[in-house]
């Protein structure tokens, strides 16, 4: 049996980058798989909607990838991939006119019938076809073999087993690979695409090597495993193996190299690998999205997310749905877990601070405890006990609350109705009373407690450490081990914050006692 290897670093890993791999780093990683003799070096995607010309693996035209492989002296074995509706087929060119020797085509089970129309036009082109049905879980064994039969017609030249979840088992795996074999014409190649999450793509890949078919099979991985969540299985990993099993002689020290030069600048940016939500998708056989965008709201426990994640419909499963997983978590946060009961009782005539838990509360630590000690203040805490006493403790995150309610004292407790609590706690805020700014949902404890206290016709709120989310820096007054250095979740972070205060600063008046992103709004 031949096995082949396709490294697919600068399409898959170019999630974690956006594909913006300049065209310099571009021809580097090239190199290195070549100097490594991987068999197929997958260069990226073409998508005429959101494709670049330069300076991208994200490619608008074929065009764009000829000029970054012509820097290339070396002749290698070239593909790109084409996720169905992202690019007109009818604008390739002949293959002969390209120096691409072939394509993968990626697609969903419902547009099955409209890939075959498309695979048949990349076939008639000359492009060695690369047919990629994506969640082989997602077919019945019936649907499977009927898909393979059809690709049998097309000529392909390769047909994939792809577990686009990274869940599926040895069991799963080696029933796939054995109808595969089965169905698919002899000189069509067996491929093999997966992800990390359960840590099984590499135990299929060498089960996949172990079944000894007579045919080719091709393997695909990343340099470092880069990639999309939990990421790939890892080229450096796979070579090795071949190496020490199939007498095949791949060198595995650019690769390494690369990782030091090059992808650990990734990585440290924006990390993938195993993680407990990656873990959740795949076990509920769920796009991996779904239980990231989960995690990132912060505002829950692993145990809860899989509590929303166990309710998305079967049919919006596959492919991710912001709407979806967003209705779910909204009505898992409104669905009440404590009575509600009670007010913040502000005595009058005290000035009204509220101490958020950013970094400046520990910069500016001595002149916020001068204006707590002038007695002239009724400090709520938000999300986190201070290094000083305060009148109440507000906690709308079941987390945070967790963290620190042993060291506070219940009667100085207020929290909202998402809460759950095992002692009756005085004040209970119904969250669908306070969660709603402007038209939206908004769970930034800040924002909730400002809307709390304009319903008590507060007309000034003094605030502490509303320092906004920034990269590269401490964010928290406290030791928070859930730090998540993500710009564009930041971005989406301070969007939320910006657009409250905008609209909360007509109804009372904010004043931000310590530095802040959001100064110039108010």
């Known amino acids: 049996m031949i096995v082949s290897i396709l490294d697919c670093t600068l399409r898959d890993g170019g999630y974690i980058n956006n594909w913006e791999f300049p065209k310099k780093q571009a021809i580097k990683i ?43 002296g070396r002749d290698f074995n070239k593909v790109v991939m084409i996720n169905l509706f992202d690019f007109d087929v009818s604008k390739l060119p002949q293959q002969s006119k390209t120096k691409i020797d072939g394509i993968r085509l990626a697609f969903h089970k419902e547009n099955a019938e409209e890939a075959l129309i498309q695979a048949q036009t990349i076939t ?16 019945s064994d019936d649907e499977f073999v009927s898909i393979m ?75 470092y495993g880069m990639g999309r969540g939990a990421g790939n299985l890892n080229t450096e990993l796979i070579t090795n193996y071949l190496n020490d099993q199939v007498h095949k002689k791949y060198n595995v020290l650019p690769l390494l190299e690369v990782i030091d030069e090059t ?67 909204q009505q898992f946060l409104l669905k009440s877990k404590s009575e509600v009961q009670g007010k913040i009782s502000i005595p009058t005539g005290k000035k009204i601070l509220l101490i958020a838990s950013g970094h400046s509360v520990i910069d500016n630590l001595k002149a916020i405890k001068h204006k707590v000690e002038s007695e002239n203040y009724f400090v709520i805490a938000l999300n986190h006990k201070p290094q000083f006493d305060c009148d109440y403790y507000f906690f709308s995150n079941q987390q945070r609350f967790d963290e620190f309610k042993e060291s506070l004292l219940t009667e100085r407790l207020a929290i909202t109705s998402n809460i ?103």
């Open 30 to 72: 090239i190199n290195a798989l070549n100097s490594s003799n991987v068999d197929i070096v997958e260069l990226g995607y073409l998508d005429d909607k959101n494709g670049k010309v330069n300076d991208s693996t994200l490619f608008s035209s074929i065009k764009s990838i000829n000029d970054l492989i012509g820097d290339i």
């Open 124 to 139: 008639d082109l000359g492009y060695k076809l690369f047919f990629q049905p994506m969640v082989t879980k997602n077919y």
């Open 149 to 223: 039969q059809k690709s049998n017609q097309l000529k392909a030249h390769a047909f994939y087993i792809v577990d686009s979840f990274g869940s599926m088992s040895l069991k799963d795996f080696k029933k796939y690979i054995k109808l595969a074999n089965d169905c698919l014409q002899d000189e069509v190649c067996l491929g093999f695409h997966s992800h990390n999450n359960m840590q099984l793509a590499f135990s299929n890949a060498i089960e996949l090597c172990a079944a000894n078919f007579d045919r080719e099979v091709i393997i695909d991985s990343s340099v």
């Open 263 to 329: 992808l650990t600048f990734y990585f440290k940016k924006s990390p993938w690998g195993f993680s407990p939500a990656q873990y959740l998708s795949a076990s509920l056989d769920c796009h991996p999205n779904y239980a990231s965008y989960l995690v990132n709201k912060k505002t829950t426990h692993i145990a809860d997310i899989q509590e929303v994640l166990e309710k998305i419909p079967l049919n919006k499963k596959v492919s991710f749905d912001e709407k979806i997983v967003d209705d779910l978590y």
């Open 420 to 522: 759950k609590c095992d002692e009756l706690i005085d004040v209970v805020i119904d969250l669908s009373d306070v969660v709603y700014i402007g038209g939206s949902f908004i769970t930034n404890v800040t924002m909730l407690m400002i809307n709390y206290l304009i319903s008590q016709d507060i007309q000034k709120i003094e605030i502490a450490g509303l320092d906004g989310y920034q990269m590269g820096r401490d964010n928290y007054a406290y030791d928070e081990t859930q730090v998540s250095d993500n710009l564009n979740l930041f971005i989406e972070l301070n969007q939320a914050v910006e657009n409250s205060l905008m609209e909360l600063k007509l109804l009372t008046n904010i004043e931000l006692i310590t530095p802040s992103v959001y100064e110039n709004i108010l």
